[in-house]
């Protein structure tokens, strides 16, 4: 199936852990490069199919997807990115991701392997390289002589389309 | 008293000013003019690589690119001169190569991709002249000087004013 076990406390220490805590991050591709999230903010990955365009709308980036009795706003990663849309959409997800007391999807073009960071191995992103917010992004790391940007959950709730839509479910009270 | 005559504090061989050492430069092309930045102030040249695309990045950016462990930010000489980027269609022949430069204030490193590198000229100070207004339609203000390199005009940049500006550069052919 295409959902994802990715539920809060998946993992359970049997005792006290050695070593440096580790963050487990979902890898997923917007064009042909690599982004990460961490994991403990998602809950799901559903296909994309439902995904349409929210009426009267008034931001290419944005959309709307049915999730359980509701919708929640999708951000579309590639527009937001300014990336051309993928050859094969067919791998297209929406990851469904709460945090910031809200609940919204990232449409992304492909879900990859999960990886551990250590959060000391993770770059804050360099001056000048992306025109966006740099609070959307948590910084960089490096996993198999490729260059993952991490994104910010929170940074990504805080964004004022998904804070203006006013169907967005507010989860955790 | 007889004082000393004055001419005769004139005799003798007067020594010369310190003879200023020649300036290293390294020489490379964009748009195949060629173009030069100080050896001194420069870090290391490295081979091109495919560098990670950073979302909606300045148009003179192309991304970030891992070197000795750090993530360094890749800017695009081309680019920043107003060339389109190398493509199948672009003529001439390319064998692009990284140059990696600190910038001030605060000496931050990265790394700026051109054409390809030329050679490393020596050129003694009073060979270099003073840049007309404008040089390849590029304002005398990111030209530190010009020099002769066997009847083909070598363009003495001032990386760090160059890198550091946001003012639109069209470089003329």
Redesign the interface.
């Known amino acids: 199936m295409d959902l994802l076990a990715l539920r809060r406390g998946r993992r359970k220490a049997a005792g006290p852990q050695p070593g440096p805590a580790r963050e487990e991050v979902l890898l997923f591709l917007v064009a042909d490069e690599i982004y990460g999230i961490g994991v403990r903010c998602l809950r799901q990955a559903i296909l994309s199919a439902g995904l349409r365009d929210i009426p009267g709308g008034q931001h290419d980036a944005l959309g709307e997807v049915g999730y359980r009795d509701g919708k929640i706003p999708v951000v579309k990663m590639g527009v937001l990115f300014g990336f051309p849309a993928p050859a094969d959409p067919s791998r297209r997800r929406i990851l469904v991701v709460e945090a910031g007391g809200r609940r919204f999807g990232l449409m992304v073009d492909g879900v990859g392997e999960t990886a551990e960071v250590d959060p000391k191995g993770i770059d804050p992103l360099p001056e000048m390289v992306t025109l966006l917010d740099p609070r959307l992004f948590r910084g960089l790391f490096r996993h198999k002589e490729r260059i993952v940007l991490l994104m910010a959950e929170g940074g990504l709730a805080a964004m004022e389309d998904i804070e203006a839509y006013g169907a967005g479910e507010r989860v955790g009270g | 008293m007889a004082g000393i005559p004055t001419l005769s504090l004139r005799k003798g061989p007067s020594p010369k000013p310190a003879a200023l050492p020649p300036i290293q430069l390294l020489v490379f092309q964009i748009g195949g003019k060629l173009f030069g930045v100080e050896i001194a102030r420069l870090g290391q040249i490295i081979d091109f690589r495919r560098p ?7 148009a003179y ?1 192309d ?4 070197h000795r462990g ?4 890749l800017y695009s000489l081309r680019r920043r001169l107003g060339l389109a980027p190398i493509g199948p269609g672009t003529p001439g022949e390319f064998r692009q190569a990284i140059l990696l430069v600190r910038l001030p204030p605060d000496d ?1 490193l ?1 790394g700026v991709s051109v054409d390809s590198v030329f050679k490393v000229i020596a050129l003694d100070r009073e060979t270099i002249l003073t840049p007309p207004p404008k040089v390849f339609g590029i304002r005398s203000e990111f030209i530190r000087g010009v020099a002769n390199l066997g009847g083909r005009p070598v363009v003495w940049l001032d990386q760090e004013r160059l890198l550091s500006s946001a003012e639109e550069i069209t470089l003329t052919t």
């Open positions: 990670t695309r950073t979302p909606r990045r300045p950016v991304g970030v690119i891992a750090a993530i360094l930010p931050r990265l």
